[in-house]
């Protein structure tokens, strides 16, 4: 069974730091791109950034919103990914998604792990 | 940035009724557009990708048309498993922006 499961959230301050993981299960981690989407409360869904397979090079891309704070990185010796978030921001309070897209044939957000949050709050 | 737009961003319907929600682009994503829904307290699951590709699993009732710039996303008969809220996302380019979301109500 293919599985995402992050950890990590939790509460933050304005101006700090948190490091989010997401371990992957169930499938062939190395062969995919991994994307991060998030969702404030009560709000839509905002892709946050995503990192490329090894055969691309393991090349990033961010939103505007999260570029310079936020960087995506993974292990695919232990099939897990990451999220660095600094410089956090009152409004990067949310729910954020690990999710499994394109193996190199189509491209789609294919799974998504059970999320975990983030609040930011003095 | 390649914008989005979704509607209605709610409806509301009957069991057995049928469904259509529409998302159009800002520019040409040919049929680079997917579709997910969302119910509450979960995270989204895939319904379509390739704008008409049914994911694997999803029941024969949900359907996808479209390219260009305009899309629909058709339920054939609404079951109560089906309310939920549902999002409309391109990977044209990047940034991979998703719609607004169309919230899906019992009448």
């Known amino acids: 069974e293919v599985q995402l499961v992050e950890s990590g959230g939790g509460l933050v301050q304005p101006g700090g730091s948190l490091r989010l993981s997401c371990a992957a299960s169930?499938?062939?981690?190395?062969?995919?791109?991994m994307d991060w989407v998030r969702q404030a409360p009560g709000k839509g869904l905002e892709w946050v950034g995503r990192?490329?397979?090894?055969?691309?090079?393991?090349?990033?891309e961010y939103a505007a919103s999260v570029k310079g704070r936020f960087t995506i990185s993974r292990d695919d010796s232990k099939k897990s990914l990451y999220l660095q978030v600094n410089s956090l921001k009152i409004e990067d309070t949310a729910v954020y998604y690990c999710v499994r897209s394109s193996d190199g044939k189509f491209d789609t957000f294919y799974v998504w792990g059970q999320g975990t949050m983030v609040t930011v709050s003095s | 940035d390649i914008q989005l737009t979704q509607s209605p961003s709610f409806l509301s319907a009957s069991i057995g009724d049928r469904v259509t929600i529409t998302c159009r682009a800002s520019q040409d994503i040919s049929s680079y557009l997917s579709w997910y829904q969302q119910k509450p307290g979960k995270a989204p699951e895939l319904l379509i990708y390739?704008?008409?590709t049914l994911q694997s699993g999803v029941p024969a009732r949900f359907s996808g048309s479209g390219s260009g710039t305009e899309f629909t996303l058709t339920i054939s008969s609404l079951q109560p498993e089906d309310f939920a809220t549902y999002y409309c996302q391109h990977l044209k380019s990047y940034p991979l922006t998703f719609g607004g979301g169309t919230k899906v109500e019992i009448k």
């Open positions: 169930g499938f062939t981690f190395s062969d995919h791109y």
């Open positions: 390739a704008a008409s």
């Open positions: 990192i490329r397979n090894k055969a691309n090079s393991h090349t990033t």
